[in-house]
């Protein structure tokens, strides 16, 4: 295989969230790949912010969100007194905690011009806020 | 350093899980970047799944793997009256918590034709289910 | 876009820890980064060792950092008599488990010359074991 056609593009996606909930892009991702004109390659997402994060999960069975979330809200409690970090709000340490316990990247193989994501596999924004937010997702394709 | 020579290669590993446990891949994930002749890179691994995960862990005492297996039981236990998602019985939701816990992909440089893991490290699938599965461990390599 | 011009570069940085603590490591990630004359690209960082991990997180307020370490310290408890691995003391099997719970490896995107890092992230080692030691971080750039 020549490696001379090996090619970068790159782009940031705008994601708005409706606060504490897992948002859905796979769609959105899968169609900057199709535009993309790569076969085989390597996706890798990165979210700039440090109270949500990405995430790789079921998206058959909408109880899986909200068992993901009633789950992480017990694990890591709003307004824990254990938390001095409190400038905004109950659910501001919550929100980094989440997203050091989650990812904040993910790197994905393609191959024949698709993500290598299996049947039930979604890519997932989660944002751990209790507020909307807007939210940046930083992609990086390299591929032939 | 000349680009040209940059190439890329994949395949897809099938392994066989017991159920649950911590089986190590580094051996066939090692022979398959020996046969690729590449110096130089970067090599993804994607588990194509999400109730098993992947994992870089210590590779000598097997109490390691233990006491992660009974850490992770304790925090996420199976059947928890919290989980409304329950189609494939009492471990089918913490196998995806416990897949969100820790990592669907993982990305391991190449140095001097080998993986830069540490001494002590192995890679990892992290098989959640209590049941034997077939898990598909996509594989990207990207160098020179 | 050409890809002919697509190159590697590679290093090794040795971080000296204090014991347990977050050690920030963006500066000499992006000092690094400034040397290799990459404007766009993925930088991928990898941490050779099973209880010490890696994390992008907030930079701004020390109150992020100590509510981190006393929420880990408080989920997986030094000592823990679940544990069987102690071979190195109470803070051997939590160092493993807090490597689980985090990440070993981070992929970042690299734009206009830079790691396209939000503005209140930064890269930290997080050291979990009591004692300082020397811990290594394998770098990966690709790009052009």
């Known amino acids: 295989m020549l490696g001379s ?5 790159s782009t940031t996606l ?3 969230t ?7 892009i796979t769609r ?13 390659g390597l996706l890798t997402l990165f979210i700039r912010h440090t109270s949500a994060s990405l995430l790789v ?5 909408p109880d ?12 890591v409690p709003d307004g824990d007194a254990l938390f001095r970090h409190r400038d905004e709000g109950p659910d501001d340490m919550p929100g980094h905690i989440r997203t050091a316990l989650t ?8 191959a024949a011009g ?14 751990h806020r209790r507020r909307p937010h807007r939210r940046e997702v930083a992609l990086h394709l390299l591929g032939e």
């Open 5 to 9: 056609m090996l090619r970068q593009a």
């Open 18 to 24: 409706p606060g504490r909930a897992l948002v859905e």
């Open 103 to 110: 990812q904040v990247q993910l790197a994905i193989p393609v």
């Open 64 to 75: 899986v969100r909200g068992d993901l979330e009633r789950f992480f809200a017990r694990l």
């Open 14 to 16: 705008d994601i708005d």
């Open 114 to 127: 698709r993500l290598v994501l299996g049947t039930w596999q979604g890519i997932y924004v989660w944002e």
């Open 57 to 61: 999960q079921e998206n058959a069975d």
């Open 28 to 40: 959105p991702v899968a169609g900057w790949l199709g535009h993309a004109g790569i076969e085989t």
